[in-house]
Antibody, heavy 117, light 112 residues
């Protein structure tokens, strides 16, 4: 069955880099767009970006050049990296599968990230 | 960016009752291809969001026909009939027509 699971550090210091891995099973990354969505106390649900089935990416300009999404299809993993973290980046980070445009049919359980010194 | 505004922010309902949630966008959500990419998600307490409705009025697989979506352009509505305990949580609308994709602020559905 389809499963997605995010793993990440939990606590990150301000100005440092966040790295989260989404490990999927039950489907191929080469067949679906994979999304990153976060939920913060300040802004609620925010779409961050995605990686297409072909490997190209699209990002929310809100995150400017801080964000990078990549994948390793051999390991069934999608990666999020965001640098220059601020306290406002504290929140839950989700990966999700897109079955058609803006229809996210499967989500991971989310990983809570706290940005604090 | 397209701003999605949901009203009300919270809603109290009796079991078996009916509710409507409004979602308005700051720009038309009609894509150049003629489709309108407006979706509804429900986030139950302690869970990830789950897809209910896509492209305004299409129920996702396994979603009860008690949920119905309607609207066009910039004005959309989610209706829930015969409310059950499992329907409680926060409902979000969101748009995928323009980049960046954006979500509304959410509507919390509670029991009266």
């Amino acid at each position: 069955q389809v499963q997605l699971k995010e793993t990440g550090p939990g606590l990150v210091q301000p100005t440092q880099t966040l790295s989260i891995t989404c490990t999927v099973s039950g489907f191929s990354l080469t067949s679906y767009y994979m999304q990153w969505v976060r939920q913060t106390p300040g802004k609620g649900l925010e779409w961050m970006g995605f990686i297409r089935s072909g490997g190209s990416t699209e990002y929310n300009s809100e995150f400017k050049s801080r964000l990078s999404i990549s994948r390793d299809t051999s390991k069934n993993q999608v990666f999020l990296k965001m640098n220059s973290l601020k306290t406002e980046d504290t929140g839950v980070y989700y990966c999700a599968r897109e079955v058609q445009r803006f229809s996210f049919d499967y989500w991971g359980q989310g990983v809570m990230v706290t940005v604090s010194s | 960016d397209v701003v999605m505004t949901q009203t009300p922010v919270s809603l109290s309902v009796s079991l078996g009752g009916q509710v409507s949630i409004s979602c308005r966008s700051s720009q038309s959500l009609v894509h150049n291809n003629g489709n309108t990419y407006l979706s509804w998600y429900l986030q139950k307490p302690g869970q990830s969001p789950q897809l209910l409705i896509y492209k305004v009025s299409n129920r996702f697989s396994g979603i009860s026909d008690r949920f119905s979506g309607s609207g066009s352009g910039t004005d959309f509505t989610l209706k829930i009939s015969r409310v059950e305990p499992d329907d409680l949580g926060v409902y979000y609308c969101g748009q995928g027509t323009q980049y960046p994709r954006t979500f509304g602020g959410g509507t919390k559905l509670e029991l009266k």
